[in-house]
């Protein structure tokens, strides 16, 4: 156990409501990741953090961004949710020197 | 760019049937080698990894994964399967950068 936990684990929002997801650990892992899941298309990379106030883009960053102010926390703002967003998220984190990750129970994310 | 194969959307078999998912890479440089198990409405869980050492890595349910280097290829197996092993398995590759490249998964199907 990593010691990730997301919130909220499920959600209902309305096309063009802005939306935050949040990742915390507990164990001070530098790297951590937000990744989407959808049928037939896997696991796709949105953005990851290597460090506080760290992160870059991942394939899929359009109509999102991200923040790392606290190394625990790693939070992933949909600005404006369109019906395309609606997902299954999943926060990650990279245990140093070992490179496999570990993930979290994941959120479930549905726009109307 | 490298890329990750897993050929079969999905993998039916007997109960107490081989198991056999198929995963092949594209890299240039040394690389180390995942699977990942997803069971329904779960989060991925690591199943087996290769960093270095020996090539035939095992996990705890009786798994195996050889990393054949020449033929680009790290095939999950398990030569008696069951009802417990259904699940979505997903390989991974990472060539030491803190990323992982997914698979597009496989959903092994258990028939009694």
């Known amino acids: 156990d990593a010691g990730i936990t997301q919130s909220p684990r499920h959600k209902v929002t309305e096309t063009g409501t802005p939306v935050t997801l949040r990742c915390h650990q507990t164990?001070?892992?530098?790297?951590m990741y937000w990744y989407r899941q959808d049928p037939g298309h896997g696991l796709r990379l949105i953005h990851y953090?290597?460090?506080?106030?760290?992160?870059d883009k991942g394939e899929v960053s359009d109509g999102y961004s991200v923040s790392r102010s606290k190394t625990e926390d790693f939070l992933l703002t949909l600005e404006s949710a369109t019906s395309s967003q609606t997902s299954v998220y999943f926060c990650?984190?990279?245990?140093?020197?070992?490179?496999?990750?570990?993930f979290g129970p994941g959120t479930r994310l549905t726009v109307t | 760019a490298q890329s990750v194969t897993q050929l079969d959307s999905q993998v039916p078999v007997f109960e107490e049937a081989p198991v056999e998912l198929r995963c092949n890479y594209s890299s240039s440089v040394s690389v180390y080698l995942f699977w990942y198990v997803q069971y329904p409405n779960q989060g991925l869980q690591l199943l087996l990894k290769y960093l270095s050492g020996s090539t035939l890595v095992e996990s705890i349910n009786g798994f195996e994964a050889e990393f054949k280097k020449s033929e680009t290829s790290f095939h999950l197996t398990k030569p008696s399967a069951h009802m417990s092993d259904a699940a979505e398995y997903f390989c991974?590759?990472?060539?030491?950068?803190?990323?992982?490249?997914w698979g597009a998964g496989t959903k092994l199907i258990i028939k009694p």
């Open positions: 991974a590759v990472s060539e030491g950068d803190y990323q992982l490249i």
């Open positions: 990650a984190i990279s245990v140093a020197s070992m490179y496999e990750q570990y």
């Open positions: 164990e001070n892992h530098r790297y």
């Open positions: 953090s290597y460090g506080v106030k760290d992160t």
